[in-house]
C-alpha cells in the first residue's frame, strides 16, 4: 500500500514563530487531508487539499501531486496549535482506494 | 447540532471478554471507518463501511468485528482473539462512497484491558 512520512517528528517553537511541517507520500493520491490532533484526543480536519494551495486563518497547505508531497505552514504560531499534526492520503489505485493512511505525525509543542 | 458520538468515552474490561464500541453519527454521510491509534503513533484502518450492510476489513482487522445494519450507526466489537486491545479507537465518517472525501472524527473510545 501507499507510504506516508512525515517530518519532523517533533517540533518546538516560541509563540509567534512561523512554523513548515511536510509530507511525503510514495504514490499518486486521489485525497490528502491535515487534521490536528489535541492533547484530549480529538481530531479535527484542517484541509482537505488533494492539490493545489489552500488558505484559512493562520494556516496553508499546498500540495503538490505530481511531486508527491505536501507542506503545512503555520504562521504566529500559539500555544493552542500545540498538538499533533497528521498528513493521511488516500492511494489513487489498488489496495489503497477508498480509504486513508495515515503519517506517523508531527508533535508541535508551542511555548508562550 | 451535526457529529459524530462514540460511546463510552473509557471503558475498562478484563482479558478475555469481548467489548462493543458504539459510533453513531447524523451527518447523513454513506461511509464510516474506525481506526485504531497505539501511543506516540499514527492511526491505522480497522474497518471500513462504504454503504449499508457492506463492509471491508482495512489493514488490521484481526480480532476485530462490524456490523452496519444502519446508515447512521456502526459498532466494533473487539473480541478476545485481538492480542493486544488497549488502545484509543476513533471513529470516523465521510460524504463520499466512492472515494473517502473529506473525513470527520469522533471524540474517541479509550478502551484498558486489565
Known amino acids: 500500500g501507499i507510504q506516508v512520512e512525515q517530518s519532523p517528528p517533533d517540533l518546538i517553537l516560541q509563540e509567534g514563530a512561523n512554523s513548515t511541517l511536510r509530507c511525503n507520500f510514495s504514490?499518486?493520491?486521489?485525497?490528502l487531508q491535515w487534521f490536528h490532533q489535541n492533547p484530549w484526543g480529538q481530531l479535527i480536519n484542517l484541509f482537505y487539499?488533494?492539490?493545489g494551495t489552500k488558505q484559512n486563518g493562520r494556516l496553508s497547505a499546498t500540495t503538490v501531486a505530481t511531486e508527491r508531497y505536501s507542506l503545512l505552514y503555520i504562521s504566529s504560531s500559539q500555544t493552542t496549535d500545540s498538538g499533533v499534526y497528521f498528513c493521511?492520503?488516500?492511494?489513487?489505485?489498488?489496495?489503497?482506494?477508498?480509504?486513508?493512511?495515515f503519517g506517523q505525525g508531527t508533535i508541535l509543542t508551542v511555548h508562550p | 447540532d451535526g457529529g459524530i458520538t462514540q460511546s463510552p468515552k473509557y471503558l475498562f474490561r478484563k482479558e478475555g471478554q469481548n467489548v462493543t464500541l458504539s459510533c453513531e453519527q447524523n451527518?447523513?454521510?454513506?461511509?464510516m471507518y474506525w481506526y485504531r491509534q497505539d501511543p506516540g503513533q499514527g492511526l491505522r484502518l480497522i474497518y471500513y463501511?462504504?454503504?449499508?450492510?457492506?463492509?471491508q476489513k482495512g489493514d488490521i482487522a484481526e480480532g476485530y468485528s462490524v456490523s452496519r445494519e444502519k446508515k447512521e450507526s456502526f459498532p466494533l466489537t473487539v473480541t478476545s482473539a485481538q492480542k493486544n486491545p488497549t488502545a484509543f479507537y476513533l471513529c470516523?465518517?465521510?460524504?463520499?462512497?466512492?472515494?473517502?472525501?473529506?473525513?470527520?472524527f469522533g471524540e474517541g473510545s479509550r478502551l484498558t484491558v486489565l
Open positions: 470516523a465518517s465521510s460524504q463520499g462512497l466512492v472515494s473517502t472525501g473529506e473525513l470527520f
Open positions: 504514490d499518486s493520491v486521489n485525497n
Open positions: 487539499i488533494p492539490s
Open positions: 493521511a492520503v488516500e492511494g489513487a489505485g489498488g489496495t489503497s482506494y477508498g480509504k486513508l493512511t
Open positions: 451527518l447523513n454521510h454513506d461511509a
Open positions: 463501511s462504504q454503504i449499508v450492510n457492506d463492509f
